[in-house]
T-cell receptor
């Protein structure tokens, strides 16, 4: 049982490039979330999903898109990366008996030059 | 919306002493609170949670206290060990329909001194 996994672990992009971050969970959780963490700050919610095929905007959604084609996967896309998107990105999931408790992946460190 | 603040950005304690990390929140309607531990280069790890119908909850070496009157939350770690060194975040869970949005504080860096 790996929990929540994220790929890649690190990535460097040039301004204007695109990329997709993958989150996978093996806990059969309904809910999945994408957060970003900037230095000296707590995590902020980008997008979330309440089930396969559904997505919704969080607190800081601009510049990002998401998709949830399979229950176990939640993808975060950057269509045209900007230096302001340099951050550490965390995926989380929740579900089962304790739908309120979110469990986090190890993170992806993204640098946009 | 919700805002979450922590009283101290850093805390140093001697190994074996008890640690207390504090957190304040703004929304009196908040009903679910979580403490996470984050080690360097890793994702937040769930420690303990508490709902608004409780004042205190205990886990293994950790206790969370909730004072709804002053909107204050604290995490107590008993007999602090070197492995407890990490950044600790409190998070307040708001509602997003059936989902939950976590609003995090900026974290307290706990350093355990030998």
């Amino acid at each position: 049982n790996a929990g929540v996994t994220q790929t890649p672990k690190f990535r460097v992009l040039k301004t204007g490039q695109s990329m997709t971050l993958l989150c996978a969970q093996d806990m059969n959780h309904e809910y999945m979330y994408w957060y970003r963490q900037d230095p000296g700050m707590g995590l902020r919610l980008i997008h979330y999903s309440v089930g396969e095929g559904t997505t919704a905007k969080g607190e800081v959604p601009d510049g990002y898109n998401v998709s949830r084609l399979k229950k176990q996967n939640f993808l975060l896309g950057l269509e045209s990366a900007a230096p302001s998107q340099t951050s550490v990105y965390f995926c989380a999931s929740s579900g089962g008996r304790t739908t309120d408790t979110q469990y986090f992946g190890p993170g992806t460190r993204l640098t946009v030059l | 919306g919700e805002s979450v603040g922590l009283h101290l950005p850093t805390l140093s304690v001697q190994e074996g002493d008890n640690s207390i990390i504090n957190c304040a929140y703004s929304n009196s309607a908040s009903d679910y609170f979580i403490w996470y531990k984050q080690e360097s280069g890793k994702g937040p790890q769930f420690i303990i949670d508490i709902r608004s119908n409780m004042d205190k909850r205990q886990g293994q070496r950790v206790t969370v206290l909730l004072n709804k009157t002053v909107k204050h939350l604290s995490l107590q770690i008993a007999a602090t060990q070197p492995g407890d060194s990490a950044v600790y975040f409190c998070a307040v869970a708001g509602r997003l329909g059936s989902a939950r949005q976590l609003t995090f504080g900026s974290g307290t860096q706990l350093t355990v001194l030998p």
